[in-house]
């Protein structure tokens, strides 16, 4: 028995609850699909049309409640133990993704990876595609060496009872970090995850401008996690980065530089050879200024 729960924002998932629907009865199982729209406005009529499929429906809230506290909602809808939480604009890679899945349902949390197509997209989304490939779209073996943190929400296989013992830190109503303190709380109370390779594909990518605003958000959150006391050095290395930089007194230094080249890393991240590492230069900067502002 098997609950599969998606939230949607802005985007078409019929395709996807098609998709879900074969593999589930493909595989002869007890199951339902939730579908929860956290208030967005495009795809209402594609998507309705979820509704016609068997044991499957999709509605939409009247306001929108953030990227953690749909989560916890959908699980609380859930009429199963076994809850599969997939990401809207994800799809399986293999047409086994249900059955893989079954096979280990016995274990509390299961992450099948995040795959990202090899077709190179239009220059405006190279960053996203980049930064996907090289650091979510990661090989068994390179997930097996930090389990933790390697783990995304977006293809994830959990215990009910789990996720009602642990739930989503709805403190985080803005995008971004969600995974990483979800997933550190489960570590920290010796929550064990398997990885194995089940993947989806992520097919929604970001323009390079949308994806870098999105990032400042998220490190809006990192830092109220930190302010909080909820992420450590440990799991972030920007938080180590800062603290070692405060450590050093060279905060002040590092913020001049910042706002120095801050364009110029700009126009890299904007162009069709992204550099990761200046990425990561312009996250801890951008950090750095949330921090002393």
């Not at 398997?194 to 490190?219: G, P, Q, R, W």
């Amino acid at each position: 028995m098997l609950s599969i729960l998606i939230p949607v924002y802005n985007y078409n998932v019929l395709p996807l609850a098609s998709e879900l629907v074969k593999q589930c009865n493909s595989c002869g199982i007890i199951f339902e699909i939730l579908f929860l729209d956290d208030a967005s406005q495009e795809f209402a009529i594609e998507n309705e049309r979820i509704n016609q499929f068997e044991n499957t429906s999709y509605s939409i809230l009247e306001k929108n409640i953030g990227r953690s506290a749909i989560r916890n909602l959908l699980a609380q809808k859930a009429v199963y133990e076994n809850l599969l939480f997939l990401d809207a604009d994800t799809i399986p890679v293999h047409h086994n993704f249900i059955s893989n899945y079954i096979s280990e349902i016995e274990k509390k949390v299961v992450f099948g990876g995040l795959l990202y197509e090899n077709k190179r997209p239009p220059k405006e989304q190279v960053l996203r595609w980049t930064y996907g490939k090289k650091r979510e779209a990661l090989s068994l073996s390179e997930r097996n060496r930090n389990p933790s943190n390697t783990a995304l929400v977006s293809n994830l296989l959990i215990k009910k009872e789990i996720l009602y013992r642990f739930p989503f830190d709805e403190n985080l109503t803005k995008y971004g970090y969600e995974d990483l303190l979800f997933f550190a709380v489960l570590k920290s109370n010796q929550i064990e995850i398997k990885h194995i390779e089940n993947s989806v594909f992520h097919l929604n990518l970001e323009s390079s401008s949308l994806f870098l605003n999105k990032t400042k958000t998220a490190l809006e959150n990192l830092v109220l996690l930190d302010y909080l006391n909820k992420i450590s050095k440990n799991e972030s290395k920007i938080i180590g980065s800062f603290d070692f930089l405060k450590k050093m007194k060279l905060i002040s230094i590092f913020n001049f530089v910042f706002k120095k080249s801050e364009q110029k890393i700009e126009r890299n991240l904007f162009s069709n050879k992204p550099s990761l590492f200046l990425f990561d230069i312009y996250k801890l900067g951008y950090y750095c200024f949330l921090k002393t502002k």
